[in-house]
């Protein structure tokens, strides 16, 4: 191969395809850092505003001034591992916004600084006046006073995509260069960089692999712009009103769009989206064909699960497993719902043992509970991790 060209032509030949591959390397980063900003924080947007007001988390204006920057990227990486470690500002700002918890995040350190310099040089009324000049003059909706008003929400893991091709980049180069260039004769370094590269590759398939299957942080757009937020917080509607089989049904259901005329016959303006979403409520009745929602948490086929066995009999409270859905808009999959997380669940909730009859049949039990051998029954201790208990 390239036997056409002299000894020296070659190497200035390869050095010089090295040079540019890395240079394309190279941009590739800068582009990213510059897209960059903003785009990293597509993510943190479906939970913060910078200057808009709280969200679903705090507003992030002048978060570098009151925080240190290393406890930043500390936080923004894994916030659960921050606050499991007992600081004490972590721990009251989780506990000040209902204990929802902020998805980790995959991201370098220069990512991390990307991302705090975006937030930190953010000024909210150029964007606004960006936005106003793009934005269409007949659109009927507008962000409401706390904040953009259903932000698109994305996977954490997203922004590694440009890690991932960069890193076998370098692993062809370094291949390359040990067998056939061989411009570099130190042949620990081609190592070196291979070893590197696939460390990296390797820990971006983990995370992709375990995102098979599971839907954690999805928050689809939805036909309609329902916002939980409105109904449940702003105007104190009781979730089983429209959720009025999750006490009597393996499913929570959907409630029919005449549910929703009960209130929106006299309703017929939103404070986020004026009259084009209650719309749509009025159209979905003429037309006679239902909405198609779309659904957010969903379990594997060949997993069973019954919300009235939960919520009736166990008392498991709705934000256990969805989050603190009365504080969403733009509903999300909070937790990965993955098997593990059950069993972990089962193993601490507590079962509600002396107020139902239907475990006077756990004779055993109660005769430890008389003896004082045990204080408490979990689910775990009454067969909840069974395999035959959702699987068969």
Avoid at 241 to 269: D, W
Avoid at 363 to 369: F, G, R, T, V
């Amino acid at each position: 191969m390239f036997y056409f060209l002299g000894k020296t032509r070659k190497k200035r030949f390869f050095a010089i395809i090295s040079a540019v591959l890395i240079l394309i390397s190279t941009f590739g980063f800068s582009v990213q850092a510059q897209d960059d900003g903003k785009q990293l924080f597509q993510v943190c947007s479906a939970c913060h505003t910078i200057g808009k007001g709280k969200l679903i988390g705090p507003d992030l204006q002048g978060v570098t001034e009151r925080l240190d920057r290393e406890w930043m990227k500390k936080f923004i990486l894994n916030s659960q591992e921050v606050i499991a470690s007992g600081d004490e500002y972590a721990i009251k700002t989780f506990e000040e916004f209902n204990k929802i918890p902020m998805p980790p995040n995959v991201l370098t350190d220069a990512q991390l600084e990307i991302l705090i310099n975006y937030i930190e040089n953010y000024d909210p009324a150029a964007e606004a006046a960006k936005a106003a000049e793009t934005m269409p003059t007949e659109s009927v909706v507008h962000a409401d006073e706390d904040g953009e008003f259903m932000p698109e929400n994305k996977r954490p893991y997203d922004n590694m995509q440009i890690s991932f091709y960069i890193s076998l980049a370098l692993i062809l180069i370094a291949l390359f260069d040990l067998f056939v260039s061989r411009l570099i004769k130190a042949k620990v370094l081609h190592i070196m960089v291979m070893l590197i590269s696939l460390a990296i590759v390797g820990e971006i398939v983990i995370k992709e692999a375990q995102f098979l299957g599971r839907q954690q942080y999805y928050s689809p757009d939805q036909p309609i712009a329902f916002s939980h937020k409105v109904h449940a917080t702003d105007n104190q509607i009781d979730c089983q009103y429209c959720h009025f089989t999750v006490e009597e049904s393996r499913h929570a259901g959907i409630p029919p769009m005449q549910l929703c005329m009960n209130c929106h016959s006299v309703v017929k303006e939103g404070p986020n989206t004026g009259t084009e979403e209650i719309a749509k409520i009025y159209a979905a009745i003429e037309s006679g064909k239902p909405t198609r929602w779309v659904k957010v948490h969903n379990l594997p086929d060949h997993v069973y699960f019954n919300h009235a066995q939960h919520v009736k009999v166990g008392k498991i409270e709705c934000e256990e497993c969805h989050g603190e859905v009365k504080a969403m808009d733009r509903i999300m999959q909070v937790e990965d719902l993955s098997m593990g997380w059950c069993i972990n669940c089962h193993r601490s909730t507590e079962v509600q043992f002396f107020d139902n009859e239907f475990y006077a049949m756990y004779e055993d039990i109660h005769k430890k509970i008389e003896s004082g051998e045990i204080s408490r029954v979990t689910v775990n201790a009454i067969g909840g991790n069974d395999c035959q208990k959702c699987h068969y």
